[in-house]
């Protein structure tokens, strides 16, 4: 009676094990399906309306450009120090003529970024390389053939029950994982679309001193990080892949039947959590790798 309880549990955990990996695949997949994108791409109305906000902020930065390089020509006048001769003059005029250009299409250049980050996570994807979870073939002959693997009578049947409720905790993790990685990916894009339209007012500055041009230094330094944050969210979704098959966190060394199951669920509840961490610090990774 035990032994058939036991195969009947197998069954039923196997197909459990399944759902559960399917769940955080599906939450993965579209946070990588996201990262592949560019904003006018992933929702057209959202951008649509950014696209009108811009127009709105377009009509502030036109003012603004006249009053910073007004500000910037009246402190060059007066300072006693300032050798004002043409070429200096010619110099603001030229800062002028690149403020305007940035400020008319600040938006555009915004876009032709994305290329750069969409072009590299193709270039990623078109190697091969899936970070898609599976159940391992020798967690599934196990769970087939339970009797056969020292997991049966009364033993195999509690050591099942402490098996299905890891698997719980296991969906919890997996899920929740999956979950804070979907919505790392929607944050991105939200923190994009909302910094778009700033563009117009920062790269006003240009118009300015060396002290209020900073602001659009400022700007496309951050813009950059967030754009390129992008690819470095999909690489820690794929090197996790690869960790995993390579074996390089194996707590299933050594262990049979229900230790082999409870190792591997453990194994892969680390290697969530290590991904969700990789991808929750990517905006800081690569902020300081590029020195931005």
């Known amino acids: ?74 402190a060059d006048s007066v300072d006693i120090k300032q050798d004002f001769r043409l070429e200096n003059i010619l110099r603001m005029f030229l800062k002028l003529s690149l403020a305007e250009f940035f400020v008319i299409n600040s938006m555009t250049i915004v876009q032709k970024l994305f290329a750069l980050s969409t072009g590299v996570i193709g270039k990623i994807r078109g190697s091969g390389i899936v970070f898609q979870y599976t159940v391992p073939a020798e967690v599934t002959e196990i769970l087939n053939s339970p009797l056969t693997n020292d997991i049966s009578g009364l033993g195999g049947l509690v050591v099942m029950a402490l098996l299905f409720i890891v698997t719980i905790i296991f969906m919890m993790v997996t899920a929740g994982c999956g979950m804070m990685m979907l919505f790392e990916a929607f944050q991105r894009f939200l ?38 944050e992008a690819v470095t969210m999909y690489m820690a979704m794929v090197l996790s892949a690869v960790v995993t098959s390579s074996g390089v966190v194996n707590l299933t060394n050594g262990q049979t039947g229900g230790f082999y199951i409870l190792g591997w669920i453990l194994q892969s509840s680390f290697i969530c959590m290590l991904t969700l961490g990789t991808v929750k610090g990517s905006g800081m990774i690569t902020q300081k790798a590029l020195g931005l």
């Not at 950014?50 to 709105?56: D, P, S």
């Open 1 to 74: 009676m035990f032994d058939n309880l036991v195969e009947s549990w197998a069954e039923k955990l196997s197909q459990f094990l399944g759902f559960v990996l399917n769940v955080y695949n599906t939450f993965a997949g579209m946070a990588a399906g996201m990262l592949g994108q560019d904003p006018a791409a992933w929702n057209r109305e959202g951008w649509q309306f950014i696209t009108n906000v811009n127009t709105i902020f377009l009509g502030i930065g036109g003012v603004l450009v006249v009053i910073f390089f007004l500000m910037g020509f009246c």
């Open 191 to 228: 923190k994009i679309l909302m910094l778009v339209p700033y563009g117009t007012l920062a790269n006003s500055t240009i118009a300015g001193n060396h002290m209020l041009s900073r602001s659009a230094e400022s700007f496309w330094k951050y813009a950059l990080g967030t754009i390129l």
